[in-house]
């Protein structure tokens, strides 16, 4: 794993920088005791930053930042007494303005921590219901953020003075700065108040859940989509949104984290945060449901499929040849849907115990607005997407470690030139940092890469030079399927979006990571028997991109439209299946198969 040497430098500054401050307190340097006083000050911020791990590997020491800031703060002390002695009315001003200004800052300490676990306990927030239940503004970060430790920056105000004391002889600085501090110090903790003031109703668990209950009861849900998942995960629930917002049945998303509920996409839906099981399960505004739909396969799940009278259905959040879309924990659920034949033929192969009769196909209605042209550019443009590095190497798909780099470097070199779309899976490095540093490695490769320039070809046979600009994708700001309608083709890995993709009918290609034998890869993973392949050594990437450039239909455009029916249906109205999918199941439910 590659560290980056500005952290090492920085922890390195951060523990080199008080011995000497120190020393240059009590044999008097008060140029000395600046620099390094501006040292550990800037080092700190730094480390914390990059090299977050050690800092708190020395808390965990008990050499916490506390500790390491009245370290510097005494020898700001020191350095006043060796300098200008401790008779003076100002010496005792310093000392107690900087004693009174920590009890000040742990009460604004206290305070805030106090604000945080009021908000984490919160029985239930909303989001499209009247009345909502939303927490309030939250104070200002600088009195909450890294546990309010910024406060205790303010101490560079009598630290600062003291050495002012030293430098020009003057005696009242110190004391001065330590007065600013302590009155900014309070500041805080009245800050603090009114927001503390603000979500004092929230602690009320029996009146909240009540009041949004009853809110709920007036929708009557029918439908219920349940998520769970760490922040990376929220595309999950946010890719069936529109889908559901346009289905016969009232629908009601149920989330269990607070942050999930900031981080969902935008909806009409109704939306409750209900972080408790206990709460959950006892929450009887659920009751008129009779159909529970899971995007996603996490420990969570449990606390709603004890909920009797509900119809379970796994939905997932995309179709796959990867283990994790024929999980065995999948035969909880009453029923599987799956976008097209691929999908139960792949649960009948692994034999995980998920029944026949209980898979259904629904079709990807996600994919409703993918086309089937590319952007129409004067260049071609290639999206590079691989997949994530997987919850254990057994799932291990990811091209990004091995080949991710010299996948991006090809493309970016190519001539006639291309323009390249990175767009990484959201949990990128999660597990594996060998992932997070190849990631970062792709990233700085394309904002170094130039604006490049290729000959637009045009039928008159002219050229113009169009200037060519690669794109990162690793937020919300574009959407997956977005990428898909700016790509002419598609490099990735076996994952989801092998048979998302293929809906545009536009060529793709699939990494081999585990160097396979082509016709072992294809039987393995029947979504790639219509794409090109991709070994280590990048071999055959060439002629892929060549065909690319000349145009017109490409030797595996057939296999591709034929796969298109085996992986998503041939019905091409998704969205009714999928809303028919959601009425037989209601139905199911209410005559007493939930």
């Known amino acids: 794993m590659k560290r980056d040497p500005r952290a090492s430098m920085a922890c390195a500054a951060v523990l080199g920088s008080y011995p000497p401050l120190v020393i240059s307190a009590l044999w008097p340097r008060p140029w000395l005791f600046l620099a390094f006083c501006t040292l550990s000050y800037g080092a700190e911020i730094v480390a914390r930053r990059r090299a977050r791990k050690l800092i708190d590997l020395l808390s965990s020491v008990h050499l916490g930042v506390t500790l390491r800031f009245m370290v510097r703060e005494m020898a700001a002390v020191l350095l006043v007494a060796r300098t200008a002695g401790t ?4 010496f005792t001003a310093l000392v107690l303005g900087l004693f009174t200004f920590h009890g000040v800052r742990a009460l604004q300490t206290g305070l805030a921590i106090a604000h945080t676990r009021v908000l984490n306990r919160i029985p239930v927030l909303t989001r499209n219901i009247d009345g909502a239940v939303e927490p309030p503004a939250p104070p200002p970060d600088i009195l909450v953020g890294y546990g309010s430790m910024r406060m205790l920056y303010l101490d560079m105000l009598p630290v600062g003075g003291a050495t002012l004391d030293a430098l020009l002889g003057t005696g009242y600085q110190g004391a001065a700065g330590a007065v600013i501090a302590l009155g900014l110090g309070t500041g805080g903790v009245i800050g603090m108040l009114p927001h503390l003031r603000r979500i004092g109703p929230l602690r009320n668990r029996r009146v909240m859940l009540k009041t949004v209950g009853r809110r709920l009861n007036g929708y009557r849900p029918e439908v219920i989509l349940y998520f769970s998942g760490p922040d990376d995960s929220a595309y999950q629930a946010t890719m069936w949104l529109r889908p559901l917002e346009r289905i016969d049945r009232r ?11 900031r981080l969902l996409g935008e909806t009409s839906l109704p939306v409750v945060c209900i972080p408790s099981a206990a709460d959950l399960m006892s929450f009887g505004a659920l009751g008129s449901a009779r159909v529970c739909l899971y995007p996603s396969n996490v ?3 449990i606390h709603m499929l004890r909920i009797r ?4 259905v796994f939905v997932g959040h995309g179709d796959s040849d990867k283990e994790a879309s024929f999980n065995p924990f999948t035969k909880v659920y009453d029923e599987v849907w799956v976008a097209g034949q691929a999908g139960r033929d792949r649960y009948l192969r692994a034999r995980v115990g998920v029944r026949d009769e209980d898979i259904h196909e629904v079709g990807r209605p996600q994919l409703t ?21 997987g919850w254990t190497d057994d799932l291990f798909h990811t091209s990004i470690i091995t080949m ?10 190519r001539s006639p030139a291309l323009r390249v779309i990175y767009r990484p899976h959201p949990l990128t490095g999660y597990r594996n940092p060998a992932a997070r540093d190849a990631h970062r490695e792709i990233l700085t490769m394309l904002e170094r890469a130039e604006l490049s320039r290729s000959i637009a070809r045009h039928p008159a046979g002219t050229a113009q030079a169009e200037p060519i600009r690669h794109e990162a994708v690793t937020g919300p700001e574009r959407s997956l399927y977005d990428c898909f309608n700016q790509a002419d083709l ?14 545009s009918g536009k060529p793709y290609v699939v990494t081999n990571v585990a160097g396979l034998p082509e016709r072992a890869f294809r039987e393995r993973y029947p979504s790639a028997e219509a794409g090109y392949l991709l070994t280590e050594d990048l071999e055959e990437l060439p002629a892929v991109l060549a065909a690319l450039e000349r145009g017109g ?3 595996l455009a057939a296999a591709r439209r034929k796969l298109r029916t085996y992986l998503l249906g041939s019905d091409p109205d998704a969205m009714a299946r999928l809303n028919d999918a959601v009425n037989g199941a209601y139905e199911r439910a209410a005559r007493g198969g939930g």
């Open 490 to 503: 598609l490099i990735t890995d076996i994952s989801s979006l092998v048979a998302d993709f293929i809906a």
């Open 87 to 90: 008779d003076s009315p100002w």
């Open 309 to 312: 009278g509900l119809r379970s």
């Open 299 to 301: 420990g969570k799940n």
């Open 404 to 413: 991710g780099t010299a996948i991006v470097r090809t493309l970016l070199a």
């Open 251 to 261: 629908v009601v998303v149920v989330l269990r984290e607070t942050s999930m509920l």
């Open 553 to 555: 239909e490409d030797p």
């Open 369 to 389: 607005g993918v086309h089937t042209t590319g952007p129409g550019l004067p260049y071609r443009t290639v999206l590079y997407a691989p997949t994530w590095e």
